[in-house]
Nanobody, 123 residues
Framework: QVQLVESGGGLVQAGGSLTLSCAASGRTFSSAYVMGWFRQAPGKEREFVAAIRWSGGSTKYADSVKGRFTISRDNAKNTVYLQMNSLKPEDTAVYYC???????????????WGQGTQVTVSS
């Protein structure tokens, strides 16, 4: 059984920073696996934020966060991070960590999901 556990969410003022963590346990992902971050604001669909390959570290970002957010991973700790800088009120959402076999911004191919962590950015 795979578990993804997010942490690091909270309340921050606009312009501030937060770092989210996603710890994976229960199995060792193959090097081909991909870790992604998605977010969902109230009344909106879940949207892609960023993704990274376990092997090689290739990354991709949503245009809305490019230049402000950085995704990284620590393979030894089975943990993925999302460093969020210059936060805006529109970044307010529940942030979810996900794992899957396809390097994509589409939620469907991701097999495993965390429970989510709330990020609230005040203006």
């Amino acid at each position: 059984q795979v578990q993804l556990v997010e942490s690091g969410g909270g309340l921050v003022q606009a312009g501030g920073s937060l770092t989210l963590s996603c710890a994976a346990s229960g199995r060792t992902f193959s090097s081909a696996y991909v870790m992604g971050w998605f977010r969902q604001a109230p009344g909106k669909e879940r949207e892609f934020v960023a993704a990274i390959r376990w092997s090689g570290g290739s990354t991709k970002y949503a245009d809305s966060v490019k230049g402000r957010f950085t995704i990284s991973r620590d393979n030894a700790k089975n943990t993925v991070y999302l460093q969020m800088n210059s936060l805006k009120p529109e970044d307010t959402a529940v942030y979810y960590c996900a794992a899957g076999p396809v390097f994509t911004s589409t939620p469907r191919p991701y097999d495993y999901w965390g429970q989510g962590t709330q990020v609230t950015v005040s203006s």
